[in-house]
């Protein structure tokens, strides 16, 4: 970049906002002086060789990052107790911490790493390097996709792991010959999950890529569903029904550790709608 260039790139907009806001030229104009390609006090890129710029810029960023790091100690010191006993990080660990969360620039999302620390120092091996990995990648949007995964997510039975439950199949039997298909499916779109968020949490490593089936459900022994909020006891009516889902990988089990999801209550109620012909349902408080 000349130093024209570099006088272009400092110089501020005389352009008119857009109507919506805020003109496309000054958000380019922003991103260039994190860049350090804009005039600050004594230093003057369109003065400077480009190692000194580099070096501007090297500079700006430290500074960022130690912003980030200093701000994501601050709120894990709020959320580490002061009458439970704590225990010493593993350094391999905590080195790879910091590393990642140093590039951590979003709030809420900082807010998340300082929970995961506060939470090791109390109890570490919840949360591994890869889950680290994954969650340093996440968008603020991913992980809204997320929370809002984790509102219309359930526990099976006993199970530990999470599951998105998106219907259930009639296999076997005479009932299977009357119905136009022996799937009963739930649009999850009408919740605000479309197949494309599906998609961002596989992609990410947080859900599995494939649907699941349980095993046949045996007629006598009602499954027992667990949401936020919501409790349900699913009789079925024949033994020839399965239930469909999404599974959570094991990174998606430990992210969900950090989440407080608000339940999807339209969502609970629809499962129930779409239970009702074939299972027995009982709410339980």
């Not at 860049?35 to 070096?55: F, K, M, T, V, W």
């Not at 197949?195 to 494939?210: E, F, K, M, P, Q």
């Amino acid at each position: 970049m000349n130093d024209s260039n570099l006088a272009k790139a400092g110089e501020t907009d005389r352009s008119a906002d857009s109507p919506s806001g805020v003109s496309a030229r000054k958000k380019a104009l922003v991103l260039g002086r994190q860049l350090g390609l804009a005039s600050e006090q004594d230093y003057r890129p369109a003065n400077a060789s480009i190692l000194e710029r580099a070096d501007h810029r090297d500079k700006k960023r430290a500074c960022q990052y130690q912003l980030n790091l200093e701000t994501i100690y601050a709120m894990a010191l709020n959320h580490t107790p002061s009458d439970v006993t704590g225990v010493d990080l593993d350094p391999d660990w905590s080195h790879q911490f910091f590393l990642m969360a140093e590039q951590i620039h979003n709030r809420k999302m900082q807010d998340l790493w300082a929970r995961i620390l506060a939470s090791e120092i109390v109890t570490p091996g919840n949360f591994s390097l890869r889950t680290l990995a994954t969650l340093k990648q996440l968008t603020h949007r991913e992980a809204q996709v997320l929370e809002k995964t984790l509102g219309m997510a359930a526990k099976v039975n006993n199970e530990p792991r999470l599951k998105l439950i998106s219907g259930y199949r009639l296999s076997g039997g005479l009932g299977q010959y009357f119905r136009k298909s022996s799937s009963v499916n739930l649009g999850l779109s009408q919740f605000g999950l479309p197949y494309s968020a599906i998609l961002t949490l596989v992609d990410a490593g947080i859900l599995h890529s494939s649907e699941f089936e349980t095993g046949l459900l045996d007629s006598k022994s009602p499954v027992r569903l667990v949401l936020h909020g919501t409790q349900m006891r699913l009789a079925p009516k024949s033994g020839n029904l399965l239930l469909s889902y999404y599974r959570f990988t094991p990174v998606g089990d430990e992210l969900a550790q950090l989440v407080q999801p608000k339940p999807d209550q339209d969502y609970a109620r629809a499962l129930q709608l779409l239970f009702a012909k074939d299972f027995k349902i009982d709410i339980e408080a």
